[in-house]
């Protein structure tokens, strides 16, 4: 998009400039704890972000890519780091709550490995599995490390969303099982009563506690109770 959009409280649609604009720029957004909202480069060459006040500014990354894209959202870690998710990216990308900006290695890549994090309960942040064999997260002290999936396939998960009882759901994207990650850490599968290719990217808690998967190609709405249903 050219422009900025958003929402206010009231529900008044508004549009606002950006200062940097390119195609497929940036993908998902943080919410830093001093008010900025970081947008996640997937292709940008900088990073961008809006002040509390509405200023929109740029800024240098330490990584971009415009091949295969970078990284796919982000997750906020307990420290107030903002850490971008790698998609295709060989190195992880953070911003210090002073906004410093700075990469760290990562213990597994590939190409579109993930899509979308989550922070847990315990202060891990973990990667949601696309292309991914295997999961990985990032420790409340920053340690990388990996972990055995339950099910993989190309494209099988887009985005997470953390459940009341401290479940991790992945949004299932292509893949025919949903996968969770719970509170202490083992994963497992579960039924679907919907799938299809490229159904669902993203996802959102509702004050019930269902979890509502967002459709993509789907063309029924698919929810998660929470009881588990």
Request: hydrophobic content about 40%.
């Amino acid at each position: 998009a050219p422009v900025g959009q958003k929402i206010s409280a009231a529900g008044v649609v508004s549009t606002y400039s950006l200062a940097y604009t390119v195609s497929i720029a940036y993908h998902g957004g943080v919410l830093a704890p001093n008010g900025d909202i970081h947008f996640c480069p997937m292709g940008a060459a900088v990073g961008q972000k809006i002040n509390s006040s509405g200023v929109v500014s740029t800024y240098s990354l330490v990584y971009t890519t415009t091949t295969d894209y970078a990284y796919q959202g982000g997750v906020l870690s307990p420290s107030g780091e903002v850490h971008f998710v790698p998609r295709s990216a060989p190195v992880g990308q953070k911003i210090s709550s002073a906004g410093v900006v700075s990469t760290y290695s990562l213990v597994y890549t590939v190409s579109q490995a993930y899509a979308g994090g989550v922070l847990a309960p315990n202060g891990d942040i973990h990667f949601m599995a696309a292309n991914a064999n295997r999961g990985q997260k990032i420790s409340a002290a920053n340690v990388v490390s990996t972990y055995s999936l339950v099910y993989t396939t190309s494209s099988a998960y887009n985005g997470g969303v953390l459940a009341p009882n401290g479940d991790i759901h992945m949004v299932p994207f292509s893949a025919t099982v949903g996968q969770k990650i719970n509170s202490s850490g083992v994963v497992s599968t579960y039924s679907l009563i919907y799938t299809t290719s490229s159904s669902y990217v993203g996802g959102v808690l509702a004050p019930n506690g269902d979890i509502h998967f967002i459709p993509w190609n789907a063309t029924v709405g698919q929810k998660i109770n929470s009881s588990g249903v």
